[in-house]
């Protein structure tokens, strides 16, 4: 589990984070990509759509899959998280459609507070 501060400096280091663990499973280049853009998404919601001071960034490795989660401190969306068609142009909005397309499946669980934990799991190729 890593902590990140919830500041517009979250995804880019959960990029980092993921890309360093997942370069060292020798997990595949295109499972690699695919969870980078998915993290980005879920770390890049949590910072601007909720008021946490801090993220929960966990990465799990299993033989054929690859989990990705991210927790905040919330609020939690008063709606809930329904994704978007990715292919219609806007500026904002597209990322759960973006996860929903890159995962096998995904999934948001409440946390304790008013804090929420979205997942996803990316199938994989390769060694666990």
């Given at each position: 589990m890593h902590e990140l501060d919830g500041s517009d400096a979250a995804p880019s280091q959960a990029r980092r984070l993921v890309r360093k663990s997942l370069t060292a499973w020798k997990a595949p280049a295109e499972c690699i990509d695919d969870t980078l853009v998915?993290?980005?998404?879920?770390?890049?919601?949590?910072?601007?759509?909720?008021?946490s001071k801090r993220i929960?960034?966990?990465?799990?490795?299993?033989?054929?899959?690859?989990?990705v989660a991210v927790r905040d401190?919330?609020?939690?969306?008063?709606?809930?998280?329904?994704?978007?068609?990715?292919?219609?142009?806007?500026?904002n909005g597209r990322g759960l459609g973006i996860?929903?397309?890159?995962?096998?499946r995904w999934g948001a669980e409440p946390e304790p507070g008013s804090g929420l934990r979205?997942?996803?799991?990316?199938?994989?190729e390769g060694p666990a």
């Amino acid at each position: 589990m890593h902590e990140l501060d919830g500041s517009d400096a979250a995804p880019s280091q959960a990029r980092r984070l993921v890309r360093k663990s997942l370069t060292a499973w020798k997990a595949p280049a295109e499972c690699i990509d695919d969870t980078l853009v998915i993290v980005s998404e879920l770390t890049t919601n949590a910072v601007r759509h909720t008021t946490s001071k801090r993220i929960s960034l966990q990465l799990i490795g299993r033989p054929g899959e690859i989990e990705v989660a991210v927790r905040d401190s919330g609020p939690r969306p008063q709606i809930p998280l329904v994704p978007s068609d990715p292919a219609r142009w806007s500026p904002n909005g597209r990322g759960l459609g973006i996860v929903q397309t890159l995962a096998a499946r995904w999934g948001a669980e409440p946390e304790p507070g008013s804090g929420l934990r979205v997942w996803a799991v990316l199938k994989r190729e390769g060694p666990a």
